[in-house]
């Protein structure tokens, strides 16, 4: 198995900033694409940014310029920036990862972290 393990939420004052991480674990060949999306209250969950291999990032319009998503492949991790935060950012962060092959004969599985909770208030 894969084992997310998300850091870095809390609380923030809007206008604020916060780095999310989250580091895959267990036995991993490659992983493909790796993502946040967050969900609060009464809300689908949305997707935040992604970033894919050979691709590069993409991200939700209503992030677009705020936030960053990075990852370090030797680490198996991937980052989020959260810059200029607004209380419309609260939610919880979820980590996804996708693609995702255990050996290079494995198929691709998804993975989904727990999620870390960001609360954007003054």
């Known amino acids: 198995q894969v084992q997310l393990r998300e850091s870095g939420g809390g609380l923030v004052q809007p206008g604020g900033s916060l780095r999310l991480s989250c580091a895959a674990s267990g036995i991993i060949f490659s992983i493909n694409t790796m993502a946040w999306y967050r969900q609060a209250p009464g809300n689908q969950r949305e997707l935040v940014a992604a970033i894919t291999m050979g691709v590069g990032p993409s991200y939700a319009d209503s992030v677009k310029g705020r936030f960053t998503i990075s990852r370090d492949n030797a680490k198996n991790t991937v980052y989020l920036e959260m810059n200029s935060l607004k209380p419309e950012d609260t939610a919880v962060y979820l980590c996804?990862?996708?693609?995702?092959?255990?050996?290079?004969?494995?198929?691709?599985?998804?993975?989904w972290g727990k999620g870390t909770l960001v609360t954007v208030s003054s």
């Open positions: 996804n990862v996708g693609g995702v092959r255990r050996f290079w004969y494995s198929a691709n599985a998804e993975y």
